[in-house]
């Protein structure tokens, strides 16, 4: 896989505020005012343990299975507003930049409607055309610099653009309606008090695979050799694993929410920081 850096784009710096507007930080700082108010709401939600684990004996006493017990499901459809307002406004944090450009030393586009920020390379020549013959070449070659991954995620189809996720996600919300966080179970501290005869032999299990949000789900079991003893305990609280699911290039793809907002939010960083100053860092992956 190149590497941006690779690409001689080291000449002119242009400051927010200065040679162009500070709006597209702007919108990259609203994205991620957003992203810090779904946290406050998933934390405040899972305060109020509304989902627990609770052990339970089998009627032959050999057996204890730790079950969720559901009292409220979370406010999915709440949160993935909040996290399509936040996936929105990193997208057109870039088509703000690209306007900045296309509109630097009194440049005036050639087809303002159709001034985007190109990503992945798809439609890289009209949409310099767009931009007009006035830019500068050398901000030509930073948006050519771009179209190679910089940071990128993994999946069943190998590694894929953060910033094509990004799209296809702006895509999904504002023309399909698809964009829906999903929940599971990420973790739980499960115990139990549990008395055994001398002589018993035990064996845990815990589910293998995603377990997802429904009431009596078994997210693990005790297994004892001899009949046992449970004594009631407090049921446990349980903390959520958000995600989001996106298709490219017909392959369907999952990643958890702070994987994604992590990768994205610094690719959007990354791509402010190349169209000003010409620098890169080279291919990041996952978030790392």
């Known amino acids: 896989m190149s590497n941006p850096s690779d690409s001689p784009v080291r000449k002119r710096a242009l400051s927010f505020g200065g040679e162009i507007s500070s709006w597209p930080q702007k919108k990259k700082a609203h994205a991620l005012t957003v992203l810090e108010e779904l946290d406050r709401r998933v934390a405040e939600w ?32 709440e949160w993935s507003l909040l996290f399509a307002d936040a996936v929105h406004a990193l997208r057109s944090s870039l088509d703000a930049l690209a306007w900045e450009i296309a509109t ?13 920020f190109p990503i992945g390379g798809q439609g890289f020549d009209a949409k310099m055309k767009a931009i007009g013959p006035g830019i500068d070449p050398e901000f030509i070659e930073r948006f050519r610099a771009l179209q190679q991954p910089a940071f990128v995620l993994s999946g069943p189809g190998g590694e894929v653009d953060i910033l094509t996720v990004l799209h296809q996600l702006d895509i999904d919300d504002k023309h399909r309606g698809a964009l829906r966080a999903e929940a599971q179970l990420d973790s739980a501290n499960i115990a139990a ?3 055994f005869d001398a002589g018993t032999e035990v064996k845990v299990e815990k589910i293998d695979g995603e377990v997802f949000l429904e009431h009596g789900s078994t997210v693990g079991r005790m297994l004892a050799s001899k009949p046992a003893r449970l004594e009631p305990t407090a049921p446990a609280p349980i903390r959520l694993g958000l995600s989001v ?11 958890s929410l702070p994987t994604f907002v992590a990768t994205a939010s610094a690719a959007v960083e990354h791509a402010q920081r190349v169209m000003t100053e010409g620098e890169s860092d080279g291919v990041q992956r996952d978030g790392r």
């Open 104 to 116: 630097l030393d009194g440049n005036r586009p050639a087809k303002p409607n159709q001034v985007y």
């Open 245 to 255: 699911r996106y298709e490219v290039d017909g392959e369907d793809y999952r990643v």
């Open 193 to 195: 008090r549990v008395y």
């Open 46 to 77: 899972e305060a109020r343990e509304l989902i627990v684990i609770a052990p339970r004996m089998t009627a032959d006493s050999m057996t204890v299975e730790f079950r969720l017990h559901v009292r409220e499901h979370p406010p999915l459809d």
